[in-house]
């Protein structure tokens, strides 16, 4: 297929759907100048994303997104250059609808559409704004499905220096609260009751898997069995304890994720180190990032929150820079759910 229009991709449309948040957003210039998120309500009551749902919330909601995300940036859809949307890894059926959508977009209008990776942009929003890191950079990626530490080279390379052997730090922190009686998503109401409590009251185990790998099946076990000991002696426990029992969950989760990003600090030599992903947004972890920066005499970088759960802020991004690179997008490209 051959695009007819000019080849400068000044105006990019990102769309991402890999999960539950359909969002859209336009970068012009290099500049983000909207970045719209419809987010799903109807998960919250089953404990978690529910696939057939987030598919058909998608279908409804993608493009009065993208209306509103072209109308926040004073433009029209004819202004578009080019079109980046999520490939994977995310919920099939979510990604089919955004990606379906844009393919059907780019062919119509006669513009190319990149592909991009929902993990690598995560780590590319730290290079949207302004203060960006310098290259070589350390990022640990946590979020709800993966947890990984991201070496970025030149030119945007990416090296997977560790992840997560089993389940990912988002899901523990989910997990743990629905054995606290939390509703999902339990990440954020951790956080906030966490700073009432004790984070040394309970201990947790946290298993060392080799190298700069995490495992956090093991974790959620030992929580579980600690609860179910302690309800079984009283009833009343969770409740008499909540505050304490967040605050130590999220000291555990915490100081295992940058123990290891602590090593990678040694083990490569480089002292530019941030965090992205949904669980960047917990308070804990960007204290504590910065301490460990200055711990090791690193400098510590840290997305703005609307950069850290899904957006398509950063998929648009990720599509400059794929653009740049002529790495197009073809018509009989695929989805994948997992890296």
């Known amino acids: 297929m051959e695009y007819t229009k000019n080849n400068s991709h000044n105006n990019i449309l990102g769309v991402e759907s890999s999960c539950d948040d359909t969002s859209a957003a336009v970068l012009v210039n290099g500049k983000i100048c909207s970045n719209v998120i419809a987010s799903q309500k109807v998960h919250e009551e089953f404990g978690g994303v529910v696939p057939e749902w987030a598919s058909r919330k998608h279908q409804q909601n993608i493009l009065p997104t993208v209306k509103s995300a072209l109308s926040k940036a004073n433009l029209n859809l004819q202004d578009i250059d080019a079109i980046a949307c999520t490939q994977g890894p995310g919920l099939m059926g979510s990604l089919l609808v955004g990606h379906t959508f844009v393919k059907g977009l780019s062919m119509s209008m006669e513009v190319p559409f990149v592909n991009i990776n929902h993990l ?5 929003a730290h290079f949207i704004d302004e203060e960006i ?19 970025v080279k030149e030119n945007y390379q990416m090296q ?3 992840k997560t052997m089993d389940d990912a730090a988002g899901e ?15 990440g954020p109401q951790i956080d906030q009751l966490a700073k009432k409590g004790n984070p040394n ?3 947790f185990n946290t298993p060392n898997v080799g190298g700069l790998d995490y495992s956090f099946s093991g974790m959620k076990t030992s929580i579980l069995y600690f609860l179910q000991k302690e309800v079984k002696k009283n009833p009343n426990f969770i409740d008499e304890n909540i505050y304490d029992l967040c605050s130590s969950i999220q000291r555990t989760i915490v100081s295992y994720l940058l123990f290891n990003l602590n090593r990678a600090i040694k083990e490569t030599g480089v002292n530019s180190i941030g965090i ?10 960007r204290c504590s990032l910065k301490k460990l920066a200055r711990n090791t005499g690193s400098e510590a ?39």
């Open 133 to 151: 890191p310098p290259l070589p950079f350390l990022c640990l990626l946590v979020s709800g499905g993966h947890t990984q530490i991201v070496l």
């Open 160 to 162: 997977i220096l560790g």
């Open 276 to 285: 992205a992903g949904g669980v960047a947004a917990n308070s804990e972890l």
């Open 172 to 186: 523990a922190f989910d997990k743990a609260g629905k054995m606290l009686g939390l509703s999902y998503p339990s």
């Open 120 to 124: 690598d942009a995560h780590v590319l």
């Open 201 to 203: 009251a309970f201990k």
């Open 301 to 339: 970088y840290i997305p703005k929150f609307e950069y850290c759960t899904d957006n398509a802020a950063m998929i648009a991004f990720a599509g400059k820079i794929k653009l740049e690179q002529k790495q197009f997008g073809k018509l009989t490209d695929v989805c994948y759910t997992r890296k």
